[in-house]
Each structure stands twice: as structure tokens, then as C-alpha cells.
């Protein structure tokens, strides 16, 4: 995997490294990078972490969707991965930095 774009930066961060099994798609990726983005005079500049940080959060709400069960005397803990990335997403939240900005809605002003 090249690391060319920052799409594949926040893949990088949380794991998603698969491409014949994507964790999110996409889109899913690029609207992640898009709320945490600071556009200036100078083009647009995202910050990756917390774009990983909060790709990691939507991982750990598609898994929380999953369940455990046993079947012929074996166990599959499929929520586990709930944890792991809802831990990942605290230590990059920790990590990201920066600043927050309020969200404006379309038709509606910032209030702070």
C-alpha cells in the first residue's frame, strides 16, 4: 500500500489495509477527512488523526452490530473488535491535536 493520498494515511491508522475487504468504503473515509478539514488561501489540509479517530469510531459502531455465539462446542467472540477499535479511537483521539470547530449546518449560523 503507497501512502500517496490522505485517504490511505487514515487507512493506514486504523488498519484498513485490506483492499479486497475494506473495513469502510471510501466515501465513508473521504466524509471523515471532509469534517476535519481547514481550508485556507493556501488549498485544503486535512488532519488525518482525527479523521482516523473518528473513522475508528464508525468501525467500532459497525462491529458493535455483530454478536457473540457458540456453536458445536466452539465460541466466536465477534464483538470483541468493538474494544479494540473503540480503544483505538481514544488514542488517537489523544494524539490528533489541533483544534474543534463548531459544525454550521447549511441556512444556519455557528454558535459557539
Do not use: W
Not at 488498519?15 to 481547514?38: K, N, Q, S
Not at 466466536?76 to 474543534?100: D, M, P, T
Amino acid at each position: 500500500m503507497t501512502l500517496t493520498t490522505d485517504r490511505d494515511k487514515v487507512r493506514m491508522l486504523v488498519g484498513d489495509t485490506d483492499d479486497t475487504d475494506p473495513l469502510l468504503y471510501d466515501d465513508e473515509v473521504d466524509a471523515c477527512l471532509g469534517m476535519r478539514a481547514v481550508v485556507t488561501t493556501s488549498g485544503t489540509t486535512h488532519n488525518v488523526i482525527a479523521a482516523a479517530a473518528d473513522c475508528a469510531g464508525a468501525i467500532a459502531a459497525k462491529f458493535a452490530r455483530e454478536f457473540n455465539f457458540a456453536e458445536d462446542g466452539q465460541n466466536f467472540q465477534r464483538a470483541q473488535r468493538v474494544g479494540h477499535y473503540q480503544a483505538l479511537e481514544q488514542s488517537l483521539r489523544a494524539r490528533q491535536g489541533g483544534y474543534s470547530q463548531p459544525l454550521t449546518l447549511a441556512g444556519t449560523e455557528a454558535t459557539t
